[in-house]
């Protein structure tokens, strides 16, 4: 194979994953298990075996595991972090601030009062009742308050940047119907 097939094999397929990347973007948005089914399968045709597909791969992963939170009731998971006091925890995942300077490394946790990192000098908190939108831009998970502040927590990984996505939307939706 000549260094110009190989080119022209690498586009066909970086085409054909850009494509896959575009569906799957908005399958994360409201992530189902027949979605990711149909991901799955599209992958597995889009990528050529000698291809690098890597984070294609970590990306339809997360896309399995936020589908499958989507679809059940959020289960509280046991921490012993005390920030999180006497709330019930669904998710700790490790995270960072990469809009701040320094970077800070810490954790993200989800609680049933309110989303907060903690981690570095700076701590990160919004309560759920004030969150107007929750949702995951690649391994990024914003939240967006009802006076228009902007969080931006980085996930180490896209199934967690979406899974914090799903959990915080639900816990978002709960808090501000009880406070309706």
């Not at 194979?1 to 085409?15: A, H, I, Q, V, Y």
């Not at 599209?42 to 989507?70: F, H, I, N």
């Amino acid at each position: 194979m000549s260094l110009l097939d190989l080119f022209r094999r690498r586009e066909r397929g970086s085409s054909r994953l850009a494509a896959w990347r575009e569906q799957w973007r908005r399958a994360a948005d409201l992530p189902s298990t027949s979605l990711a089914r149909e991901l799955r399968l599209a992958l597995e045709a889009a990528v050529e075996p000698d291809e690098d597909s890597e984070v294609e791969w970590e990306m339809q992963e997360g896309l399995e595991t936020a589908a499958a939170l989507a679809e059940a009731p959020p289960a509280p998971i046991v921490t012993g972090h005390r920030v999180v006091g006497t709330d019930a925890c669904y998710f700790s995942a490790p995270a960072c601030l990469p809009d701040e300077p320094s970077q800070p490394t810490g954790t993200l946790l989800l609680t049933s009062s309110r989303a907060v990192f903690v981690g570095g000098a700076r701590a990160v908190s919004a309560p759920w009742h004030a969150v107007a939108r929750c949702t995951a831009v690649e391994r990024d998970l914003v939240l967006v308050t009802r006076d228009e502040r902007l969080h931006r927590i980085r996930c180490n990984t896209y199934g967690d940047a979406l899974s914090a996505a799903v959990l915080g939307r639900r816990l978002a939706a709960a808090a501000y119907n009880r406070a309706s």
